[in-house]
């Protein structure tokens, strides 16, 4: 069992799949996480205010590679070159759209 409370990130062709500590599992589209990225580039900090065009994503996005941060958030390293984006494991949690977590 995982102590440190750091999920297992796995990154597949067309997904990535991350294990958390307490057993769930969650099956992202690339996509999906990459147009969900909060950094200063893609979101405006003062207002909230989205500056990334989800249409300016491409279909066939895929992470790279990826680095944990601290012991809170992973840094994917995405196929467009967007590098700047750190996800705390809280938030993609919540992004997590399997049955068990959108009925909550
Ligand atoms: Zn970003
Ligand atoms: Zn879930």
Redesign the pocket.
Known sequence: MNSNHIPDIQIKEKSIEINWPDGHKSSYNPKYL?IH???????EEWSNRKL?DPVTVSENIQAVDYLIVGRYAVQFLWSDE?Y??IYPFETIRKLCKCNECSTK
């Open positions: 990459r990225c909060g950094c200063a580039e893609c979101v990334l967007h700047t984006g």
